[in-house]
């Protein structure tokens, strides 16, 4: 079955950067677009980063809130997709999930718990 395990959360503080890793099993990752998703206590789930399969050439997009501190890769080898985060900010501790969509369902991991404070 489809599997998604991030790993790579923390306490940072603000300035500093992590690296989010997502381990995939189950489904056609080279083909597969992944998205980092997070969500904010009290908040809604929100699109963060997302990179496209091989068929799309591996485009990738980010929110507006990110772009230029985040960076999205993915190694289609080791079926990984990173997600390096720098110039981190409080208003991005989040839980961060990885999502895959696969044959027309999202699949979803089970989140990686970021916290930015000094």
């Known amino acids: 079955q489809v599997q998604l395990v991030e790993s790579g959360g923390g306490l940072v503080q603000p300035g500093g950067s992590l690296t989010l890793s997502c381990a995939t099993s189950?489904?056609?990752?080279?083909?597969?677009?992944m998205k980092w998703y997070r969500q904010a206590p009290g908040s809604q789930r929100e699109l963060v980063a997302s990179?496209?399969?091989?068929?799309?050439?591996?485009?990738?997009r980010y929110a507006e809130s990110v772009e230029g501190r985040f960076t999205i890769f993915r190694d289609n080898a080791k079926r990984t997709v990173v997600l390096q985060m720098n110039l981190l900010k409080p208003q991005d501790t989040a839980v961060y999930y990885c999502?895959?969509?696969?044959?027309?369902?999202?699949?979803w991991g089970q989140g990686t718990q970021v916290t930015v404070s000094s």
């Open positions: 999502s895959a969509d696969y044959l027309a369902n999202q699949y």
């Open positions: 189950g489904f056609i990752f080279i083909t597969t677009d």
């Open positions: 990179i496209a399969g091989v068929l799309g050439g591996g485009a990738t």
